[in-house]
């Protein structure tokens, strides 16, 4: 089993001579008079995981439906595992919807042997392998119970198992943990880990900051339907040159918050609660005048590292989720 | 082509596995025309006495195997539906098949759910002994053309289903408008009462009603003489085979995907 901890190198670090498992240029897809896509490059290097961050409406969803051929690109290239899309060329490539995707009367093992079959699986590689990735995923003792009776984490394990079925060389994944509690997330990353270092690549769609800095290689901040920074998260951090303050307020409703944001070197102010995470350009500085002027109201401080949801904020001027703070305090 | 046979069949069992499991729709699909067959077919014959009918069970009898065939090919299009909320008609889209293999694969179901159904009441139907099929061709012949007609019927039907439900938003709309075009279609079909005495204009109705050719060569298949006929089966036959194939294709060849 693989460590959950952030994987430093970046994946091109890792396999610098292998070619993009995907490669999207300048595409543009219009959804009724709204541009979905509009000009998206991106290139995935074989075996990395990538995450798509951004907030709802920014085109991660687009291009996951664009890359399985379920929708087709207006304009611009796409290619996976160096192909155009085809329906043939699924075969190599799973996929994980956002919302839950499974048929409530079929058991577990029927769910698997539909996959098989939909995939021209031969019946002994598929009586071999749908116990054994049951058995990885923990669901070896719900085999026979319908779908309808599995807890929201294991439908999504089943979800993992059923896509790595066919043996794919490309995991593509809509926010796979959105409203999992933190137990499954964790189990669920295991084995999206474990299919990751058995050489599967992984393009994750989200928007959740967490997630895309603890297991991505490298992240593609989407915004409007293009990429408008692309990098690991520690080195978009890094170009951000800024610092992050964690402000717990003795009374919300009394705090500051306009007159914080009108001074000179602060960035961007989420709230949530009592508590207000605050981007500025040095932690020292900002914390003596706050002290000076508005000392009274603070209860308690903390100078934190800034986060992808700060990078973003500063290329695009907006946040990825207003309720930010509250979720990062709810992680394992 | 073998593969996409294959995510045929294993689409087909699925279906037919559900189908079988949802013992309610089972029985009530088969129920509710008996019923019918006994509470309306005994009122009429003993209260009514109509006229031209010596026989009225036996009459009925074909029209509630179509009426059956009616309701079983729309609910099980319906399961566009359950298969578009639940999420997975996205995995199957998602699979390495056309969607064209998929909805055929979805649309054969409907017809093989459908016409079990019908059949199954053709079944019951004959065993009743109030109720007299002359079968003119013989058994054998005249169950092979009874299965011909139900099977061009679904086909029909379940073409007609899916085209609906690919540009319907929501099931209950489907139901509306599905209801809303076969029930005067059922009325018109000569199910409940020969098309030979209507007026003009309800005989025009007849005419243009796909249901019409399959009620006719039941009759046909199931009675006596070929007086008993209305069209014919050189009529019958080459109306229901052309419908299915114009219908079938229309339901299947430019799929209309409205995913959730």
């Not at chain 1, 951090?237 to 409703?253: F, G, I, N, Q, S």
């Not at chain 2, 998929?102 to 109030?130: D, R, Y």
């Not at chain 2, 098309?195 to 009603?209: D, F, H, I, Q, T």
Request: charged fraction near 20%; aromatic fraction near 8%; hydrophobic fraction near 50%.
């Amino acid at each position: 089993m693989n460590s959950t901890t952030n994987p430093a190198p970046t994946a091109t670090d890792l396999y610098p001579s292998a070619p993009p498992a995907i490669e999207v240029r300048d595409a543009i897809y219009t959804h009724g008079e709204r541009r979905a896509l509009d000009g998206l490059s991106l290139s995935v290097a074989a075996g990395a995981i990538v995450g798509l961050l951004g907030p709802n409406g920014s085109g991660k969803s687009t291009l996951l439906s664009l890359l399985i051929g379920r929708r087709t690109v207006g304009a611009g290239d796409i290619r996976v595992l160096g192909q155009p899309v085809t329906p043939a060329l699924r075969r190599r490539v799973g996929i994980i919807f956002q919302e839950p995707s499974l048929d409530p009367g079929m058991t577990v093992t029927e769910t698997m042997w539909l996959q098989a079959r939909l995939f021209a699986l031969p019946r002994a590689a598929a009586r071999e392998r749908i116990p054994a990735l049951l058995a990885t995923v923990g669901l070896a003792d719900r085999a026979d119970s319908r779908t309808a009776t599995l807890s929201g984490g294991m439908k999504r394990r089943l979800e993992v198992a059923r896509a790595l079925l066919p043996d794919p060389q490309v995991l593509l994944l809509d926010e796979p943990t959105l409203a999992l509690d933190p137990d499954s997330r964790a189990a669920l990353w295991q084995h999206l880990l474990d299919a990751n270092a058995a050489g599967r690549t992984l393009l994750l769609a989200t928007n959740d900051v967490y997630e895309a800095e603890r297991y991505c290689h490298t992240v593609a901040l989407l915004d409007a339907g293009r990429v408008v920074a692309e990098g690991a998260p520690a080195e978009l951090k890094r170009r951000l040159r800024r610092e992050a303050v964690r402000v717990e307020w003795r009374d919300a409703a009394a705090a500051p918050m306009d007159e914080v944001a009108a001074w000179e070197g602060v960035g961007q102010l989420r709230q949530a609660g009592r508590t207000t995470h605050i981007t500025v350009d040095a932690a020292s500085p900002f914390l003596t005048r706050l002290f000076r002027e508005y000392g009274d109201h603070v209860h308690a401080v903390r100078i934190e590292q800034s986060t992808l949801e700060d990078v973003y904020f500063q290329l695009v001027g907006h946040g990825i989720r207003p309720d930010a703070v509250d979720d990062e305090e709810m992680r394992p | 082509m073998t593969a996409a046979l294959t995510a045929v069949a294993a689409l087909l069992a699925r279906d037919l596995r559900a189908f079988a499991r949802s013992r309610s729709q089972l029985y009530s699909s088969v129920l509710f025309p008996l019923m019918l067959l006994a509470l309306l077919g005994t009122g009429v014959s003993e209260g009514l006495d109509p006229k031209n009918i010596a026989d009225y069970r036996t009459f009925l009898a074909p029209g509630m195997v179509v009426m059956t065939a009616v309701f079983s090919s729309t609910f099980s299009s319906a399961t566009y539906y359950q298969d578009r909320d639940s999420g997975m008609l996205k995995v199957l889209f998602a699979s390495p098949h056309s969607q064209r293999t998929i909805l055929f694969a979805k649309t054969l179901s409907a017809v093989v759910i459908g016409a079990a159904q019908a059949l199954i009441v053709l079944a019951i139907a004959a065993a009743i002994p109030a109720i007299d099929f002359q079968w003119q061709y013989g058994v054998l012949p005249g169950v092979a053309l009874a299965v011909l007609s139900i099977a061009l019927l679904n086909l029909i039907l379940a073409g007609a289903g899916q085209w609906l439900a690919q540009r319907i938003g929501s099931m209950q709309g489907f139901h509306l408008v599905m209801n809303l075009v076969l029930f005067p279609f059922l009325f018109f079909s000569g199910a409940f009462y020969p098309l030979s005495n209507l007026p003009e204009w309800l005989k025009l109705l007849g005419r243009v009603n796909p249901l019409s050719y399959g009620v006719d060569a039941l009759h046909l298949a199931l009675s006596s003489d070929t007086s008993s006929g209305y069209f014919g089966l050189a009529i019958d036959l080459p109306v229901l085979i052309a419908l299915a194939a114009l219908v079938f294709l229309l339901g299947n060849a430019r799929p209309v995907v409205t995913e959730r």
